[in-house]
């Protein structure tokens, strides 16, 4: 489980969301798995259970996790998840950035493409 970075400039809540939504996305937690209580997470990562709070808020909001009252947050199936615009444009951009990177390092545009086809498959090979 994640230890948050206090020296990060991102916030804690944010941090702890990104981590949920890694172990949700990679398979680590499966859909209608239960996450620890609100309380339970705010003591293991010694956070106040406000900053758990928003960020089981925010997963909620995403499609990520869902409330059931009285019996705790848990995880979603991937077909209600919405797909984060934010973080799809974020990615596309650093995407962009990154291969611009390798050409001015020297790389011909064919093998950036193999090595992006090739990561890829390796990808596709881990599901």
Same mark, same amino acid.
């Given at each position: 489980?994640?230890?948050?970075?206090?020296?990060?400039?991102?916030?804690?809540?944010?941090?702890?969301?990104?981590?949920? $939504?890694?172990?949700? &996305?990679?398979?680590?937690?499966?859909?209608? /798995?239960? *996450?620890? !209580?609100?309380?339970?997470?705010? +003591?293991?990562?010694?956070?106040?259970?406000?900053?758990?709070?928003?960020?089981?808020?925010?997963?909620?909001?995403?499609?990520?996790?869902?409330?059931?009252?009285?019996?705790?947050?848990?995880?979603?199936?991937?077909?209600? $998840?919405?797909?984060? &615009?934010?973080?799809?444009?974020?990615?596309? /951009?650093? *995407?962009? !950035?990154?291969?611009?990177?390798? +050409?001015?390092?020297?790389?011909?545009?064919?093998?950036?493409?193999?090595?992006?086809?090739?990561?890829?498959?390796?990808?596709?090979?881990?599901?």
């Amino acid at each position: 489980m994640l230890q948050p970075d206090l020296r990060s400039r991102k916030p804690i809540y944010e941090q702890i969301m990104d981590n949920l $939504r890694d172990e949700i &996305l990679s398979g680590v937690l499966a859909p209608d /798995e239960k *996450l620890p !209580s609100v309380r339970d997470l705010s +003591k293991q990562l010694t956070v106040n259970p406000n900053t758990v709070q928003k960020a089981y808020r925010e997963l909620e909001r995403q499609r990520y996790v869902y409330t059931s009252a009285g019996l705790g947050t848990f995880v979603e199936k991937p077909e209600a $998840r919405q797909p984060d &615009l934010n973080l799809r444009k974020e990615g596309m /951009e650093l *995407l962009k !950035s990154s291969i611009e990177m390798l +050409k001015r390092s020297g790389l011909e545009f064919e093998e950036i493409k193999s090595a992006i086809l090739d990561f890829v498959k390796e990808e596709e090979e881990k599901r």
